[in-house]
Every structure is written in C-alpha cells, then in structure tokens.
C-alpha cells in the first residue's frame, strides 16, 4: 500500500535525453530522496522503458511514472508490463495513469469518446488484472474477455491518477490508490482536490511543484507557461486568484503574463526562495495533505544541479 506522509521527491524533466538517466536515478538515490518521478509526453521518451531503466540501476528509491495515458496502451498490456515491473522490483514502482493531453491523443488517433470513462475503465481493469483476477469488461471504452495475467505481481503497484477537474478528481477516489496534482499545486488545491477526491480508503496525494532554491525570478517564465485555461481549478483557492485570474484572460503570449506576475505570487506558485522557506513550503504541502512532495528542475536548469538542491531541501525538510 502506498501511504506516504512526509516523502520528498525529484523529477526528471522530458527534455533530458535517456542516455543521462541511469546517472541522474543513482543520483537521486545516492542523495537521498524518497522518490523519481518520470514522464511521458509525446513524443520524448517512453514511460515504461524509462523507468524500467531506472529501477534496474537503483535499489531503495521509489519510481514513479508520471503519467502514461490511459488511452495509448490496452489495459492488459499495460497490466502485463507494470505486472513485471513490480516482480522485478517490489514495493518500488508507481504508476500513473492519465487523460494525455488531448491534441497528442488525436494526432496519434487514440482520443476516445469519453476520456473520463477511458481513465475510469482502464484503472479499474489494471487493478483487477494485478489483483490476479480473471477480468471480463465491456465499458465504453475497455472490451475484456477473461483476461488473465500469468504472472500476477505479488505486490501490486499502487495506481495514481494525474488528473485535477472535479469529475476526474471523482474517478481517482473511486478507482486509484492515489492522485497526482500538476504544477502548480499548492496546499489550497490539496485540500479542494481531496475534497472533491472523497476517497473512502487510503488515498496518497502527489504533489508536483517548480523547485528554485535561490532567486524567485529564475522562476517566471516557467511558472507563467503552466498556466493556462485549464489551471484555473488549481489556483482559485489562493487569496489572489481573482487578480491572476484576470490576468490570465487579459494576456495573449507567455511573456505577456510573465511580466504581469507579481513577485509574491511567484512564492505561491512554485517552491522559491532560501533553503528554510522552501522547507517550510514543502511541510505546508504534507501539512495540507500531500504525503509525497515531488519538486521539479527548471526546464534549461541543469538536472544533476536541480537534484541536489531536491535532496538539500529533502534533508532540511527531515530536520
């Protein structure tokens, strides 16, 4: 079961390239922290192959794919894959599973009719394939006919979604062990999105947010090109929603809303500052309900720089 309280983690962005992995997850673990977190965005680098990777060349760190969309592989396939993974290496990876960013599901023709009812389908039938059982589904979107993995894992990965729009937020607590909230996340979006998660069990909440140890303004245009139409459910909780908000629909380019990003809200929208204010913004996030606090580079930021300011802010976060 995956019940982090107070766990620290890294990304690693898309744009590194994969022959620089296996030095970055030894360097993630070497320097302590809880977990790695890897993405899959079309077209970079594949989720299952990166992480398979990374768990091959480490032994305690946790590893987490962030997310894979749930419409580009057929459930049982996807099962057959994380069912292995978790043989070779229990108790370490996570999975996660989302709606992929629509355009790349239609350029790819994978966009499917309902995308909640493919996230829904798809987590419950991973779920029950890893659980060994014999799975038969006919949904709107999965079509299983007794299905069943030869090699159940012993220890089933938790699944988490990566989703943040209330019905899909629903879904989570009905069909995974947790949920992912995209950059920005801060502790008012925990508590709304575990609200509307209404899990009736255990549900872990991953946090991903923009880590700048020193200088706020080396955040900006990072923070300013996360925000879009869709962002506006992660940033209505904070007391100055109305003003970026307004903000937000008054701009037309990133350097426009860049500009127009006042310092302090910087503060909110990304983990900045000096080691002890990052800290304390990392324990408002597990105080708020996130058990997993993943913090990730700047974009053009060197990686091996970004993890060892991840595990100085992971060490002053334990005290």
Same mark, same amino acid.
């Given at each position: ?23 970055? *997850? ?62 070779l290496h ?26 909640? *009812?493919?996230? =829904? ?5 991973i779920r029950?394939?890893?659980?060994? =059982? ?46 992912i909230l ?58 100055? *929603? ?65 993890? =060892?300011?991840? *595990? ?8």
């Amino acid at each position: 079961m995956y019940t982090p309280t107070s766990s620290v983690g890294v990304r690693i962005n898309r744009e590194q390239p994969p022959a620089k992995l296996r030095d970055l *997850a030894r360097q993630a673990e070497d320097a302590g922290l809880d977990e790695l977190w890897l993405v899959e965005d079309c077209f970079w680098a594949a989720g299952i192959a990166t992480v398979a990777t990374a768990l091959a060349v480490t032994s305690t760190i946790k590893v987490g794919i962030g997310v894979l969309p749930a419409v580009a592989r057929n459930p049982a396939i996807a099962a057959m894959e994380l069912a292995a993974l978790a043989e070779l290496h229990p108790d370490r990876l996570i999975a996660g599973f989302g709606h992929g960013v629509a355009s790349w599901m239609r350029q790819i023709g994978a966009y499917p009719e309902s995308p909640l *009812a493919a996230l =829904e389908e798809t987590l419950l039938a991973i779920r029950r394939l890893l659980a060994g =059982e014999r799975v038969s589904m006919a949904g709107r979107h999965v079509h299983l006919d007794e299905v069943e993995l030869v090699f159940p894992p012993s220890s089933p990965p938790p699944l988490v979604a990566g989703v943040r729009r209330p019905k899909s937020l629903a879904a989570a607590g009905r069909a995974a062990d947790g949920t992912i909230l995209a950059e920005p996340a801060p502790p008012e979006f925990v508590r709304t999105a575990l609200a509307g998660i209404s899990a009736t069990g255990p549900h872990a909440v991953v946090t991903y947010n923009w880590l700048v140890l020193g200088d706020r303004e080396r955040a900006r245009r990072t923070v300013a090109e996360s925000l879009n139409p869709g962002s506006r459910v992660q940033v209505e909780g904070l007391p100055f *929603a109305s003003d970026l908000l307004a903000l937000l629909d008054s701009t037309s380019t990133v350097d426009e809303l860049a500009a127009g990003l006042r310092p302090e809200w910087i503060d909110r929208l990304a983990i900045c500052g000096d080691l002890d204010t990052c800290a304390a913004a990392v324990r408002s996030l597990h105080e708020a309900g996130s058990g997993s606090v993943v913090l990730l580079p700047l974009p053009e930021e060197p990686p091996e720089q970004a993890i =060892e300011d991840a *595990a100085r802010v992971a060490a002053a976060v334990r005290g």
